[in-house]
Every structure is written in structure tokens, then in C-alpha cells.
């Protein structure tokens, strides 16, 4: 390790020891001090032309991930994956038109501490990017000292030293080991960003499927309470009959077993339902115990799908922006990496004034300045810079392979969801038809047993049969729109009618 000594001049001597006067003819002339500064400034000018160097280490390139042009029916056209996360996101909650939905989706962005974290992280990596851009200039610093000391047996008299002065510190950035730090902390920046915006996806889309699942319990819950009233009307009429001696014993106990079941279990809706509105207080960052939200009928309708939808929608994904960002992070960290190869020059100037007594310490006799330069090179460190870089290139290999298995698990995402969308629908149309062939069939039976041509157990069956279609209903609703708000999450949240109309996609009504 090699280091050049610092270049010093002092002006004046300190007050208690006379400088012998200078032969005129020795000293330097006005030239000359005037060529030492020149030569000085032309020091620093060019250390500061050689800090506009190149920096040493790959230049980022964005890294490619084969995705469909269309989802799967579209066939075989490819195209690179380019993440555009800036794109403006919608108010995607609306789309259900329910007014209640919409007030509390409002209060996630300010009352969620998941968000709130996300956002600190955020704030916190914009404050990294400043301390790193901060290397690129001078270190500048003031101090003041003074002390009185004395060396015994020497006969000297005790004397004091009063020192106040400045000194600047600048390392050029000649190998772009600071450039390269701040690609990596831009870059982090980016991806904190992405992350929050995430984070705001992923509870609101959280708050949304809880409340749609607490309106789909609502639905249920009204479904069971008809039944239990059903129920017990025909309790009674069973009653009356055996009465008069028409019905026997057992059909009583058989409709008394019915209504009690029926009643048991829309008792046990509760448990469910508080549990999610305990949910969605904690999503709203407040205790469960200040939420309630009283029973409603349902208001939510399903969203307009879109009938095709091209894959320049996943690219509005905030995990995907964030995964190529990571990728840009972990390139740069590669020069930093490298930077370590070359050569540390660090540049000083110090100035100040110095005196044995306070009183002459602001003559001019007392100044002083001093410039100097000085580099520092490792020879031999067993291989420890070669493993960095090394280490760096690896983490860049795994951050893009990152970035493709979120590119592929993004559409998977998509995929599942139109699927199940598609499928729900269909399943839709059968339930309702048999819901309606069930209650014709219940009527029906109801009739004839009141006409004393069928038995109650024939009631019962067919009454249990139109329950359980009319339930079965109430969960594909549900299963159906939990399935449109996790494809809206896939996509990234945001899409919206206009949008899809300026790109020329037609939509196809899901309908309830």
C-alpha cells in the first residue's frame, strides 16, 4: 500500500520567535505564487474531469421473460415483458356498487399499519438514496483547539497553542463506486414503491372479499330465517292435524326436529360473521370492538368482465415492477463490486489560523492552508474482492430468475381466475334453474300433503332439497365475486370501462 504525503505551506511564524529577514533577491516572486495556485486549481480541475469517468460494471438492461401476447385461448404470440407499474390505478372497489363498500375501502389507505409500514420503508429507502448521493461531494469540517503544555527538566517555560481552522475532504468517483451505489438505491427506491403499492392492493382487495363474504352471509342469513319461518308454519299445521287426529305423533317430532336444526344452524352464521368484521376493523387499523356493521341486505353486483384481455394489463402487477427493480438493484451492486479493483484517491485542504496566544490569533501572521492528495491500493486480499464480485453477479442471476417466476406467477394468477369465472358462471345458470325446479317441486309437495296424499317426510325431503339449492346459490354468488375481486388483484387493480375501451376491447356482461 503506497500513499503521497500531503504538499504544506505555512504563512507566518508563531508571535514569540522572530523570522530572520529574507534576501529579496531569494525570494518567490508574484509569478511564481501566482503559477503554485494555478497549479493547485489545474489539480482539482482535473480530478474532477477524471471523476466524469465511466463507471466500471455492467450497464443495466432489463432482463426478458417470454410472456403470452393474449391469455390462453389467444394462441402463440410472444413478446418481452416490460413492466409499466406507473400506469394510474382506479377506484376498482366501485365496480361492486355498494355505497358502504366504497366508505370503508376509503379508510384502508390512512388506517391500515401494514400500509403505514410499507410507507415508512418507502420513506426510509428515498432517505438511503440521499445519503448516497451525498458521496459525491467534499466532507467539509470546522474545529477549534487549544491547550498549554510544558516538558519538565528541560528548563523550557510552559507555552500554549490556540488552533481554529476548516478542512474539506473530497474521494473523486473515478471507478463510479458512488454511480453505482446510487443506481442501487434508485433502484431500490423504485421497487420500496412498487412494494407499498402492493401492500395498498393487497389490503384493500383483503377488506373487500371480507365484506362481500360478510354480505354473502347476510344473504344466507335472510334465506335461513325464511326457512325457519316456513318451518314453523308447518310445525303448526302439523300440530293442528294431529289434533283433530288426521296426522300421528312422529310427523310432529319430525317437524319440531326440522325447525330446531334449521334454527341451529342460522344461529351458527354468527361465529362467521363476527369474525369477519373483527377482519375488516383490523384491516381499517382499529380495534374489533369499535366496529360493527349491522346486517344488510345485499347491495355488491358483480363487474363487467372483460371478454379478452391483453397481457399489457399484468404489466400494471406492483410485485412485477418491484422483482425488475430488484433485478436493476443487484446489476449495479455489481460495480460497486468491482470498484474495489481500483485504486482510492482521496483529495484535502485544510486552512486556519494558529497562535501561542489568543489575542494574536486573528493576525494575518497566523494563517496557514494546505492541499494534498492521497491514494491507497489493496495489493493482496486472498481473493476476498474476486468473491464479492462473485457474490454480486450471483444475487443478480437470482434476482432475475426472481423476476421471471413473478412474471409467470402473475399469469397464472390471471389464468385461474378467468377460468374460475368462467366456470362459476356456468355453474350459476344450473343452480338457479335448480333452485327453481325446487321450490316448484316443495309447492307441490306442500299441496298434497295438505290434501292428505303425501306423507310430511315427503315434505321434508323435498323442503331440505329447495334449502339446500337456495344455499348453494348463495355460495356461488359469493365464490363468484370473490373470483372478480382476485382477478382484479391479479391484473393489478385499476382497470376500468374507459380504459379498456380506448384499447378497442370489447366487454362481455357477467351478469348475476
Known sequence: MSRLAPLRRRVGSLPRVRPAPRDASKAPGRDARAGSRRGSVGALVSAFLLAACGAVGPDYVRPTATVPAAYKEAGGAWKEARPADTLPRGRWWELFNDPQL???????????????????????????????????????????????????????????????????????????????????????AQAAAADLESARLAATAALVQNYLTLRVIDVGAQILDATVAAYARALQLTLNRYNVGVAGKAEVVQAETQLKSTQAERVGLGVQRAQLEHAIAVLLGEAPATLSIPPAVMLATLPQIPAGLPSELLERRPDIAAAERNVAAANARIGVAQSAFYPAVTLSANAGIRSTTFPELLRAPSLFWALGTAASQILFDAGARQASVDQARAAHEAEVARYRQTVLNGFQDVEDNLAALRVLEEEAKLQDAAVATARQSATLTENRYKAGTAS??????????????????????????????????????GWDAGELKQLGIEQASSGR
Do not use: C, H, K, M
Open 456 to 493: 310430511f317426510l315427503e315434505v321434508i325431503v323435498v323442503q331440505t332439497i329447495a334449502q339446500s339449492n337456495e344455499r348453494s346459490a348463495v355460495v356461488v354468488l359469493g365464490r363468484r365475486l370473490l373470483a372478480a375481486v382476485q382477478l382484479i388483484r391479479a391484473l393489478g387493480g
Open 102 to 188: 366504497n366508505a370503508l375501502a376509503e379508510r384502508v389507505a390512512t388506517g391500515n399499519q401494514t400500509i403505514q409500514e410499507a410507507e415508512a420503508r418507502y420513506r426510509q429507502s428515498q432517505a438511503l438514496v440521499r445519503q448516497l448521493r451525498a458521496g459525491n461531494y467534499p466532507v467539509v469540517g470546522a474545529g477549534a483547539s487549544a491547550d498549554r503544555r510544558r516538558t519538565f527538566d528541560t528548563g523550557i517555560p510552559a507555552n500554549s497553542l490556540f488552533d481554529l481552522g476548516a478542512s474539506a475532504t473530497w474521494e473523486p468517483d473515478f471507478w463510479g463506486r458512488v454511480q453505482r451505489s446510487v443506481e442501487a438505491g434508485e433502484a431500490q
